[in-house]
């Protein structure tokens, strides 16, 4: 990877004014502290979950580098925090309007802190304190609002610190979840090519998905550091270039969904669930598996799709989906409305160039669809989940199976499933077919432990 500061500098149009990522990143907080300090109160947003590096406590090492710090503590529920309206009201009256706000944290804190930065306009001086997602080198926040998972325009951080020993202390899930988020880009491209290619999305650009794939080539690496810092540089050009594009779609497809459908129900339920790249690396094996099943058993890809639309009972089937976890119909209605305006953008896009050009355009889309065996390999090889019944509370078949159906009916996203609600061909034959399809994938020549 080219210089990664540079790149972010570039990236932000100039308002990620430092990223640095390396074995002393720390040492440069006093330097940056100052350097980005406005009037007012320094204030250290972090959450309960007690952090160590290098044999000290993180949070006393940060507060000796940056100086006096006033603390806000958010308290994490099942070991997480969620970033629900009332969780961001509260966090944004305690930290009120500092000179400088300093967030100590892993994914969802960083996401709070820049939520709260943009809301006050402070400086947000980001410690990354795990490689657990990609979304900490971009403008964006993934919030919960009326109980779904949406991912909101929020501000960049104004300086991000990676720091090798801090992530090598990192509690392993973390980390592994972290392989489980980069991953992704062996799926999501495929889905927003096609979304691209529809004229839902886009136009779609090798260069923006290009640094992620070059970058993950390594992370199986059989030495540690090699293996850290493809990792590392995996998920920050991840965010980096989701905030070039102004969208997570290059870097969330299907796989995504699968893990925000997950959240969605573990909250709907009180209950559990793992953490987002856990699922998502899993998700990636299982919706690789589904672009090769579709290709292989499926009509669609063969179909005019300029004469396809979405089925008259579509509203029903949003609703009774959602109805599952939410009688109340909130839930349904939340995501009825981001599923009609992807109706609208599908009714209104003109689809004739795909009909045209269907050879050249699946060649071109499956060279971006990875091998199941592949995204297997590289989850174990950092010893993190690779299928669903591995993940932390386990999800079931039934449960695995319902999440796939319930894709196309929640998000204003195309994605793979769309096409295949259309052609009728989204059926639970088909979802089964996957699962087992993902659940054993045949050993490849070329998986990145065997050369
Ligand atoms: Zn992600």
Redesign the pocket.
Known sequence: MTNLDDFARRASGGDLVRLVAGPDALDELPALAERLRTPGERVLLTDDVSKTAAGTDLLDWVAGLVGEARRVTVAASHAQVALDEATVEATAASVGTPGLLISVGSGTITDLGKVVAARTGAPLLAVQTAAS???FADPLSVLVIGGAKRTKPSTWPSALVIDDRVIDAAPARLNRSGVG?AI?IWSAPADWYLACRLGLDGPFDDAVVRPVLDAVEHLADPDHEVARRALVDSLTVGGLVIGIADSTAP??GSE?LV?HILDMTAMARGAEHDL??AQ?GAATVVCTALWQEVRESCRVFDLPWSALSYPDDLAERVRNTWAVLDPSGRLGEECLAAVERKVAAWDAADKSACDADRPALLETLFGYVGEPARSTDTLRHWGAPATFAELTPAVGRDQLAWTLSALPYMRDRLTLPDLLVMSDEWTPELIDRVIDRAGAPEATADGPLDG
């Open positions: 997602v990609n979304g988020d992704a870097l969330s995504h893990s987002h790249g998502v």
